[in-house]
């Protein structure tokens, strides 16, 4: 477990792609294809199919997939007050601060 304390230490940048790019992500376009084939017509009867299914995929290039099912509870709901909102730390890159910024501890 990792304390508060450390957390709070942790800087962290952010890159995200901009909308509608992910489809250029050329890895992930090179094995969306594989992966369907891999499951068409089999029933996704469950969460372990579903990732058995994902991760036994591979391509003639010997690209492999590796899967697993994150079963963490997450809290859902989770309010942050403006006030908590104005105390973060966020530093906007010259491109793109809107997609790409570090938060960092306050």
Same mark, same amino acid.
């Given at each position: 477990m990792i304390s508060k304390?450390?957390?709070d230490a942790i800087r962290m940048t952010v890159c995200h792609f901009p909308p509608g790019t992910s489809k250029w992500n050329k890895i992930e376009h090179q094995m969306f294809s594989h992966i369907t084939k891999?499951?068409?017509?089999?029933?996704?009867?469950s969460h372990e199919v579903i990732i058995n299914l994902i991760a036994n995929t591979t391509t003639d290039a010997g690209l492999k997939i590796q899967a697993a099912l994150d079963s963490n509870g997450y809290p859902?709901?989770?309010?942050?007050?403006?006030?908590?909102?104005? @105390? #973060?730390?966020?530093?906007k890159h010259?491109?793109?601060?809107?997609?790409?910024? @570090? #938060?960092?501890?306050s």
């Open positions: 304390e450390k957390i891999n499951w068409r017509g089999r029933p996704l009867t859902i709901g989770v309010k942050v007050s403006d006030k908590e909102m104005k @105390t #973060i730390k966020i530093e010259s491109f793109h601060g809107e997609w790409n910024y @570090t #938060i960092s501890p």
